[in-house]
């Protein structure tokens, strides 16, 4: 998880009406490339500090991973083309508007990039609709996404993730923050092609990114 990951979990929770946060000491690297496991911890006490309290998350980089269970992978077709999502976020947007925050929200796809001939339409909370064509995805990393599978695999079958794997498939968009409410937020999906071959178009995560300037 990162920073901006820990930083949208607690302040749901905290929305949500918890007594209170009791995390683990951290791990990885965060501040301190030391072997030292004290100093590893030590780095994430910043962090810890601040998941406590409201005020401190109120301006606070957020990454809300939207609940995978029941939604993703989200599969369309040119037979079955609109696909829904529901996110919940803790930041009152609309009062953070008023007090003239300055702010951008981006919505983040893990998916393979557009052809020429297919078409995205989002929209959120009825808004929209924000189009994506292939000309708005990173053409830098083309893989798409390493697929999530629950069940039984065969033995023989074998997935080699290197240190980025979760960044594959990996695309931001820039969405209109006001379009977004404190509380849950409805995103529609609507794909659109041209070319009759192809077969579907995979959505395997999404994120809502919220980001203070």
């Not at 683990?24 to 030590?42: C, L």
């Not at 937020?185 to 579907?200: A, F, M, R, V």
């Amino acid at each position: 998880m990162t920073v901006e990951m820990f930083h949208a979990k607690a302040f749901l929770l905290l929305r949500a009406g918890v007594n209170g946060l009791q995390i683990a000491t951290g791990s990885g690297d965060y501040g301190s490339k030391s072997d030292d496991w004290k100093k590893k911890t030590d780095a994430w006490k910043s962090v810890y500090n601040d998941l406590g309290s409201p005020e401190m998350l109120m301006y606070k980089d957020k990454d809300y991973v939207i609940n995978r269970k029941g939604q993703f992978p989200m599969v369309l077709t040119i037979g079955e083309n609109i696909k829904y999502a529901k996110v919940r976020i803790a930041d009152d947007i609309q009062k953070l508007l008023t007090e003239n925050c300055r702010m951008h929200m981006n919505i983040v796809l893990f998916c393979r990039v557009l052809s020429t001939d297919e078409i995205l339409s989002l929209y959120i909370n009825d808004n929209g609709p924000l189009h994506l064509t292939q000309d708005a995805f990173d053409k830098i990393d083309n893989d798409a996404p390493i697929e999530i599978i629950s069940g039984k695999k065969n033995p023989s079958d074998h997935v080699f993730y290197d240190k980025n794997w979760w960044k594959k498939g990996m695309h931001e968009f820039i969405v209109p923050i006001e379009w977004f409410v404190l509380g849950e937020n409805d995103i529609k999906i609507l794909y659109n092609c041209n070319n009759s071959d192809k077969n579907e178009f995979r959505i395997t995560d999404m994120d809502l990114k919220i980001y203070f300037d």
